[in-house]
């Protein structure tokens, strides 16, 4: 008998959520990309839209919450918030290619300081880069 669709995505995130280090391998992940963010040039861009937010104390708690949920673990973000859309959560912020591109840089500088392996780093910049796209709101 085969699986429905839902099952098998919420399986395969599950599996990544696991590969990831569950809880513990996702607050080094977080934490480690925001000291990347901070400490590097190369997060610069990122740095600067979180000051103009929440600030970046406030992105690595709500985003270890986003992500533990996104890569199939507990919806903390969703159980806190009523949902988990990352388009809302990001609507107040001008978000141009420079921003996402950085994102991505510093998320991919942490993935690999964490030890994730290349198949794991693989499967998560493709779905990161597939959120980052579709956060770009503004053309400059």
């Known amino acids: 008998m085969m699986q429905s669709t839902s099952t098998s995505v919420e ?3 599950a599996n990544l959520y696991n590969l990831v280090g569950g809880e513990n391998g996702i607050r080094r992940l977080v934490e480690t990309f925001y000291d990347i963010v ?3 040039p190369e997060g610069e861009p990122v740095s600067v839209l979180h000051l103009r937010g929440h600030g970046i104390a406030h992105s690595r708690v709500e985003q270890f919450n986003f992500l533990s949920g996104f890569l199939g673990g507990p919806n903390l973000y969703a159980e806190k918030y009523g949902h988990s859309n990352v388009r809302t ?3 107040h912020v001008e978000i ?3 921003a996402k591109d950085a994102w991505l840089v510093c998320m991919d ?3 690999d300081e964490v030890g994730l392996g ?3 780093k693989s499967k998560l910049m493709a779905n990161f880069t597939v959120v980052a796209e579709l956060l770009v709101n503004r053309n400059d």
């Open 11 to 13: 399986s395969a995130n």
């Open 118 to 120: 290349p198949d794991v």
């Open 96 to 98: 141009n290619a420079k």
């Open 38 to 40: 901070e400490q590097h």
């Open 109 to 111: 500088m942490a993935i």
């Open 89 to 91: 959560m990001h609507e």
